[in-house]
């Protein structure tokens, strides 16, 4: 007797002729072949996703509580935090989110940088995946405003300054961002619209960058693509098994953040309302844009601490350009193994120094981790694939 | 070694239980509500907290309505544009001590009684903080001449802030008999601030443990399946 064969049901098979997005699905997470060897390293996309998620939907019901207006923004979020039934959690659950966004988003940036996931055929998928980086930065800036504390106003007022020192289209750019010259009423409403639209656009974003990864196929740690079917497994069910777990453990931290630890990535000077005529005593960003702000304060320059700190991310889009090598994982790369961990010690020396008041040690320290940031991709990455012999 | 360190456990959670907790007792936190409804408020207002949001602290709503009732809220203007008033409710703000900020400075020599409603969060030091300052008023040492209006305490660098000492022992009243000694008072009101600032952190620790065990149930069971597939 033959086994029985599958038949879809008739409604879907008519969908399917004239939208095809179960088979599409079914192509695409279901038998989509996946290398055998992927480690813990390759679930953080799927976290990035949940956490988008997450924000996304704790951001709607922020956004219907708040008032994007000077004199009623902070009240605003004190309401949600003490009066808007269950407004603590969403706004936790939202502040929680940005920063497991962000530890989420370096660790799977630095897992690309580790196993050469920008090499051919993956430049696209890895170009992507920056511009999504760039665009989730300037949503966190603008989100990070809104609340209107004096971290908010004064961080803000410092990377406004900061970008009109930009010879050019720094004026007009700014100029455009605030609707004048102070950081006011204006300002607020543009930010919140601002952060409210990039969100949406980071949805779409986030659509390419997968469309991407779809056509070219996850790297691995091996760094060699599997050749025949054999080498492959299909998506479901073993790495979406896989996925559930990590996620599991993923959710558990992300939960120890929002329900036991709330205060402890936020700077209590935010529940303090902004006053354009009291600066803090040391103004410091949030940790996750730490780095960069640590490299914005380690040359007395205005313009070309900018100027570097735009350079430190810049290195990372012509990465492909620069590393010429074949060979992709770190691992079989005996000069960028030891090389590319001190970059990653660098950047989060940075963020340490970024944290800190600038005194004399820690500009120090933020010279040298910046310098071999640099060192790393643009001499020693051109260099290692000239020379380097690989095991 | 393991024995007797029980033994001493078990013997001090039994003291406890029998001498600081009497049967009818306030909380710390209901008893700093006390204080700073008594003490603090003449000065400070807390302008992003409620009425109503206190019955967090198990204040019963009844105590809080007629505390409500008693202030007199600016209510627009009559027919003749004169300033109405009317009762406060218990979805209002809690009354600030000054109609505006300029009126609180004329008040107090220039210096304007911070708002309290976060302040165990952004003062330095916290909860901890707060009571340090109320316990280090001391007589202002020869030699040091301080301004009108400013007074000397240990606990802030420059030795010297705009608030007068504000406790003194016996001048309230505890519901519950606890005997009201400065000691006492700083460290309830110091408690009470403390939960003001950090609104549903009870709630959202005990919803919190119910989050981590569905996860790690979830865990345990998606962990299970996966090394099942794997192993296929």
Known sequence: ?391 | MIRRAFISASAFAIFYGLTVVPASAETPAQRGFAVFQQVCSACHGMEHVHYGDLTALDISSDTLRKWAADQDFPDGVDDNGDPKTRHGTLSDPILAPYPNAAVGRLANHGLLPPDLSRLAMTLPGGAHGIRNILLSYAPTPPGVKLDEGRYYNTALKWKHIGMPPPLQDNMLTYADGTRATTNQMASDVSVFLDRIAHPHALQRRRIGVFVLAYLAVMAVLTFLLQRRIWKS
């Open chain 1, 1 to 391: 007797m033959p086994a029985p064969t599958r038949k879809p049901a008739p409604s879907s098979n008519w969908l399917d002729r004239r939208f095809p997005i179960r088979t599409l699905l079914h192509r695409e997470y279901v038998t989509f072949p996946m290398p055998r060897n992927l480690n813990a390293l390759w679930s953080f996309g799927a976290f990035l996703i949940v956490t988008i998620g997450f924000l996304i939907a704790s951001g709607l019901f922020l956004a219907i509580n708040y008032t994007p207006d000077i004199a009623q923004a902070f009240a605003s979020v004190e309401a949600i935090d003490r009066q808007v039934p269950s407004g603590w959690f969403l706004r936790s659950l939202h502040m929680g989110g940005v920063t497991m966004l962000f530890a989420c988003l370096y660790i799977h940036l630095g897992r690309g940088l580790w196993y050469g996931s920008y090499k051919a055929p993956r430049e696209l998928l890895w170009l992507t995946g920056l511009g999504l980086m760039l665009m989730v930065m300037i949503t966190a800036f603008a989100g990070y405003v809104l609340p209107w504390g004096q971290m908010s106003y004064w961080g803000a007022t410092v990377i406004v300054n900061a970008m009109r020192a930009v010879p050019l289209f720094g004026r007009p750019v700014s100029e455009l961002l605030l609707g004048g010259e102070g950081l006011g009423n204006i300002a607020l409403h543009r930010l919140f619209v601002l952060h409210f639209a990039m969100a949406f656009a980071i949805l779409g974003a986030i659509g390419v960058h997968v469309a991407t990864l779809h056509v070219v196929k996850s790297n691995n740690p091996s760094g060699i693509d599997p050749a025949t079917p054999r080498q492959t497994l299909p998506f479901h069910p073993y790495y979406t098994s896989r996925d559930a777990f990590a996620l599991c453990l993923f959710l558990m931290v992300y939960a120890g953040l929002v329900f036991f630890l709330p205060d402890l990535l936020t700077l209590a000077d935010n529940y303090v309302q902004a006053n354009p005529l009291v600066t803090p005593r040391d103004i410091r960003p949030e940790w996750y844009f730490a780095p960069f702000y640590a490299i914005l304060r380690a040359v007395p320059s205005r313009l070309s601490g900018l100027f570097l700190a735009c350079g430190s991310l810049a290195v990372l889009f012509v990465l492909p350009a620069l590393d010429r090598s074949p060979v992709r994982p770190a691992t079989l790369r005996p000069l960028v193994r030891l090389s590319l961990p001190l970059a990653f010690l660098s950047f989060i020396l940075l963020g340490i120094a970024g944290m800190h008041p600038p005194t004399e040690t820690w500009l120090i320290v933020s010279r040298f981790a910046m310098a071999w940031w640099f060192i790393h991709f643009l001499v020693v990455m051109p260099l290692a694939s000239e020379r380097e012999i690989t095991s």
